[in-house]
């Protein structure tokens, strides 16, 4: 009875090592895609000069398990104004903010944008690039990367265990135990 149990508990502890590391492959997964979005972005774009008018300083709470505390600080997003090739001069907010302000107004910029969709441009920076990428990539290797060793050490632990584990002979099992065979 007690061996069924702990079977019963090796396969639990399979299907959780195996439902940490599917999390973790899912955030991997998810870096890898938001990563291909960023070269996608960056094989097609031109550049263009571009000037911070403003920093937008803003507090998002809009999720409703987040409550207004002392502790956040609103984020500065720099507001970029630059000019296309051929075309009118345009203004966007970048979707990266941070604090302390990475940008002041008045600073010069580099401007990645598409020529058919100039209103959809960024930040030729790290941090808009790449932030998304590196954090959900990141964090789902590191995810993979426990769950794969737990599960390792536990299957080497088990086999060891498996193996060091005394056999019963035959001889040892009562009479009244084995099976009659006939002669």
């Keep these: 009875m007690q061996v069924r149990v702990q079977v019963q508990g090796q396969r639990a502890r399979r299907w959780i090592m195996f439902g940490v590391i599917a999390f973790g492959a899912l955030f991997l997964a998810i870096g890898m895609i938001t990563a291909g979005v960023s070269i996608s972005f960056l094989v097609g774009a031109e550049r263009a000069p571009g000037t911070v008018v403003s920093l937008e300083w803003r507090t998002d709470h809009s999720s409703a398990s987040r409550k207004n505390r002392a502790s956040d600080k609103p984020m500065a997003y720099p507001v970029v104004e630059f000019t296309p090739a051929g075309g009118a001069s345009r203004t966007f907010r970048d979707s990266t903010g941070s604090n302390p302000p990475a940008y002041e107004a008045g600073d010069r910029v580099e401007v990645l944008y598409h020529a058919d969709s100039p209103e959809d441009a960024r930040l030729d920076g790290f941090l808009s690039l790449w932030l998304l990428p590196l954090v959900f990539g990141g964090i789902g290797l590191v995810i993979v990367g426990i769950g794969t060793t737990v599960a390792l050490v536990t299957r080497r632990r088990s086999r060891t265990a498996a193996a ?19 002669s």
């Design 164 to 182: 060091t584990t005394p056999r019963t002979p035959t001889a040892a099992v009562p009479a009244a135990l084995r099976k009659q065979q006939p």
